[in-house]
Structures are given as structure tokens and as C-alpha cells.
């Protein structure tokens, strides 16, 4: 017994030593937690509704009305007619569209049927689905107190129609392909490097490289090159698998789609880099790249759960996470068919993160290793 009491404060004094490790493993189940709390919501909350209202009346502005008193949705524009609706669309501006036909409330209160058009955009399946059951509620309670108000007078006869964006068919596959291409990229590009780069300082062969006529950037690009490799190829890949085993529609360019995976690659590749300057060995590189990198990608990127159901504060946070734009742009190009004229806005951003991180990479890399 005493020798078993002996070998336990002997492993509980290297892992005390081992300060890295001992400080993400108290952190790692406090940061799951948390995250999990907050993100990990299915909530339907702040939908961007685009009302098109061509010949405003009593009618039109009452069920106005009652879709901005809702806590659920967000009246982001009133416009006459649909001509930019489809650009609002496309570059995520509207969640929903409702659309009023001409002398909507002269045809509801004389005995004709009033048409109004619910259109939801459903890229996320669930979100939409719920998103459209929301709205129809909605028109179907104002309806009834319209009815009740009238006293047996006729009241408002409103037939909603639907129709649903961007994936119709309601296909869960076709929301997740696009974030898993960024997932893949993560654990080859990021995660793999950090794993290279420390075990190459754990075995000491960085060193040899430091003292060859080798920069530092060089020894980083010849590390990190055949990832970029296997990064284009594991997008190629996934995108095959996606149109012939899943059938998964493709809207846009593969071209665009490509390019915009290599500044992901790179964005990744330099945060692997980083993980390896500042960690100590392959075990603090690859717990620190899960949960610095896998963790975030997996739940504040929107490719599980929807960004806009997360909490005000949390928000944010998610603008720091790369995989939240290439995500928005892969989604944005797979199922919507847009170009770069709807996402210049994610491409700078994704480009902006990648050139820092790229920086910050570089000069981290201190050529004297302690």
C-alpha cells in the first residue's frame, strides 16, 4: 500500500507540473458547459420579416401590427413590391417575406377570399419550418379576432399561401454539408499542423531545423503546405460525396467555392501554428486545438444551431470565429447561388482574419526555442 500511495502523489505531482495541461483540463468541462448552456438552443427568436405591402389599407396595417407587437419577429423593411426580394434573400438580410396582394382588406371584409403570400427562407430546415408556423399563427389569430370582432358580419376571409426557399424539400443534409466542410478542414488543417509542429519540438528535430539556412516562415510553409494540399482535397472530396451519395444541390460556382475554402485553410493553418508555438508538447496542442478551435466551430459557427437564438451577449462572440463566415459563404453559394457580389462582406471579413492570424503566426514563432 505504501508503495501504490508512493507511485499516486508521484502522478499527481507531474501532473501539477505540468501546468498547460493541468489548466485545460479544469477549464475544458467549465467552457463545455457554458457554451452548451448558452449556444445549444432551438429557440426561434428575431426573424427578419420583410412586409410587402403594395396598396396599404386597414387590413394590411392591423396584421402589420400584429407581427411587430410579437416578440418573435423583426419588421426589417415595409416595401411595395418584391423586386429586391430575392436579393434580400440571398444575402441574409430577411428570414421571411410577407406578401399582401392589392386591396387585400377590401376583398377580405366583402365575402372574397384575401391572399396572402408566407415566404420563409429554409435553409436551416427546423428553423424555417418553425419560422413559417409562427407567421401562419399568427395571420390565423388575427383572423379569428377580426371574425369575432365583426359579430357575424362575414368578417376577414384570408387564404395564406406558403413557399419556401432555397431548400423546399426541408432536407437536414443540405444545412449540414456545408458546415461539415468547415469541420473536416478544421481537424485536417488546424488540429493536424499543431499536432506536426509540437511533436517536431517534443523530439527536439525543430531544433535541426532552426540552425539550417531555413527562415522561420519557410520552416512554417513546408509544414503546413501539404496540409493546404489534403485541405482542397477533403473539400473536393466532401462535395462529391455530397452531390452523389446525398444529392445535395449546388447552386453557385465551385470556383468561388474553392477559393474561398483556401482562405479557410490558411485561417486554420495559422491558428494550428499558434496552438504549437504556445503549448509544450502533442497532448497540450491537440486538447487546446479541440477546444480553442473544434469546440467553437462546432457551436458558435451557426452550423448546428442558428446564431440568432443564442442570447444577446453571446452574439458577438461568434464574429470571432472563422468558421461563422466560411459557413455563412459555403451556404450562401451551395444553396442560394449567390456570387461575390452578395459575399464581399464575409470574403473580407474571413480574408482579414486570415492575413492576421497568418502575422501573428510568423512572428510567434521565436527561432529560440526555450
Known amino acids: 500500500m505504501n508503495a501504490l500511495r ?3 502523489i508521484k502522478e499527481l505531482h507531474h501532473i501539477l507540473r505540468d501546468r498547460q495541461t493541468l489548466l485545460i483540463l479544469l477549464l475544458l468541462p467549465l467552457a463545455q458547459v457554458v457554451l452548451f448552456g448558452f449556444a445549444l438552443r432551438t429557440d426561434v427568436r428575431n426573424v427578419r420579416l420583410v412586409i410587402v405591402d403594395p396598396a396599404p389599407d386597414h387590413a394590411t396595417i392591423a396584421l402589420r401590427d400584429r407581427f411587430a407587437g410579437s416578440d418573435l419577429f423583426e419588421i ?3 416595401v411595395p413590391g418584391t423586386a429586391m426580394l430575392t436579393a434580400r434573400f440571398q444575402r441574409g438580410a430577411a428570414d421571411q417575406a410577407l406578401v399582401f396582394e392589392p386591396g387585400f382588406g377590401s376583398r377580405g371584409t366583402t365575402g372574397d377570399t384575401a391572399q396572402v403570400m408566407v415566404i420563409t427562407d429554409t435553409s436551416d430546415p427546423n428553423t424555417g419550418s418553425t419560422m413559417q408556423a409562427y407567421a401562419l399563427a399568427i395571420i390565423q389569430s388575427w383572423q379569428r379576432d377580426e371574425t ?3 359579430r357575424g358580419a362575414g368578417g376577414v376571409v384570408i387564404e395564406p399561401r406558403t ?4 431548400n423546399p424539400s426541408l432536407e437536414s443534409v443540405n444545412l449540414f454539408i456545408p458546415g461539415l466542410i468547415a469541420l473536416v478542414l478544421t481537424v485536417v ?3 493536424m499542423s499543431a499536432i506536426s509542429l509540437s511533436r517536431e519540438k517534443e523530439r527536439g528535430t525543430l531544433e535541426i531545423l532552426l540552425v ?3 527562415q522561420p516562415w519557410q520552416i512554417i510553409v513546408g509544414k503546413v503546405a501539404p496540409y493546404l494540399m489534403l485541405g482542397i482535397m477533403n473539400v473536393v472530396t466532401v462535395l462529391l460525396a455530397a452531390a452523389l451519395i446525398f444529392d445535395v444541390p449546388f447552386e ?3 470556383t468561388l467555392l474553392l477559393v474561398e475554402s483556401l482562405l479557410f485553410i490558411l485561417a486554420s493553418l495559422g491558428l494550428g501554428v499558434l496552438i504549437a508555438v504556445r503549448t509544450a508538447s502533442q497532448r497540450t496542442a491537440m486538447i487546446g486545438a479541440l477546444m480553442g478551435l473544434m469546440l467553437p466551430t462546432t457551436i458558435l459557427s451557426g452550423m448546428l444551431f442558428p446564431i440568432a437564438s443564442m442570447p444577446g451577449w453571446l452574439q458577438p462572440v461568434t464574429n470571432v470565429v472563422p468558421g461563422k463566415w466560411f459557413i455563412l459563404i459555403s451556404r450562401g453559394i451551395m444553396l442560394k447561388g449567390v456570387g461575390i ?4 462582406q464575409e470574403t473580407l471579413v474571413l480574408a482579414a482574419m486570415t492575413a492576421a492570424v497568418l502575422t501573428v503566426a510568423v512572428r510567434s514563432f521565436d527561432a529560440r526555442l526555450d
Open 6 to 8: 508512493g507511485f499516486v
Open 76 to 78: 426589417v423593411a415595409v
Open 148 to 150: 369575432r370582432d365583426a
Open 163 to 166: 413557399r419556401m426557399r432555397f
Open 189 to 191: 488543417s488546424a488540429l
Open 212 to 214: 539550417s539556412p531555413l
Open 252 to 254: 453557385g460556382s465551385v
Open 341 to 344: 457580389t452578395q459575399l464581399w
